[in-house]
């Protein structure tokens, strides 16, 4: 079998905190309620509204990234708006995968709305969670056994030659596998995560075999491919 049903773990339980809303005069009239009804009479592109219990951090570095107002986030302002956040040094091949990942599949655009980032945000909560559980000597960096056991508690059983062969993307120039910082683990990660839900779409079944046409084959794995400079 090619990888486990098990889902990934949940986002972390935030605090009660993280469930007051605001609605402070400037905000996006898309982002809050409005009026005694508290339904707002707008929704922004493909997205709508944040989801309720946003924490007003996550509203806040999208707002601040949001630099023409779009209601929408692309490359750049993503990799701005997650540095507002605590995750400075994505790279932007990491970053361009992350948007093709987490994009409305109704949005032909590589772009976030609010409901996608704030799923990318958990999400990212949640890897980086793992990686530090992982990270046992505290050095900031991951093994590759400690990438498969992580990969594996994530869901993702990976084969050690498939396994090998991601992690060899990541070499030094000399032909030794480093060890992966939270940037190069995300990655990893993500890759990995993102073929894997493009397969699950065609073996509904779970049974870790699916039939793909050329042009199907070729639609999941080219825009992974083409991440890479």
């Avoid at 409901?115 to 505290?138: G, I, M, P, S, T």
């Amino acid at each position: 079998m090619a990888y486990s049903n098990a889902h990934a773990p949940s986002a972390p339980e935030l605090p009660e905190s993280f469930g007051h809303q605001l609605n402070e005069e400037g905000r996006y009239s898309y982002a809050y309620p409005h009026g005694a009804s508290g339904q707002s009479n707008q929704k922004f592109g493909s997205s709508g509204m944040f989801p309720p219990e946003t924490h007003p951090d996550i509203v806040r570095s999208f707002e601040s990234a949001d630099r023409d107002r779009s209601g929408f986030l692309d490359e750049s302002e993503l990799r701005q708006a997650l540095s507002f956040s605590g995750y400075d040094g994505i790279s932007h091949r990491t970053i361009r995968v992350l948007v093709f990942i987490y994009k409305s599949p109704a949005d032909s655009l590589l772009r976030l709305g609010p409901k996608e980032y704030v799923e990318l945000w958990n999400c990212l909560a949640q890897w980086r969670a793992k990686f530090d559980r992982h990270d046992r000597d505290k050095s900031g960096t991951m093994s590759s056994l400690e990438l498969r056991d992580a990969f594996y508690q994530l869901g993702y059983m990976i084969p050690s030659s498939v396994l090998q062969l991601i992690i060899s993307n990541f070499d030094d120039g000399t032909g030794k596998t480093v060890d992966l910082c939270f940037d190069t683990f995300l990655e990893c990660g993500m890759i990995v995560k993102g073929l894997t839900e493009k397969f699950k779409e065609k073996d509904p079944g779970y049974t870790g075999y699916a039939t793909l046409s050329y042009d199907v084959f070729m639609s999941m794995v080219i825009p992974f491919v083409a991440s890479y400079d």
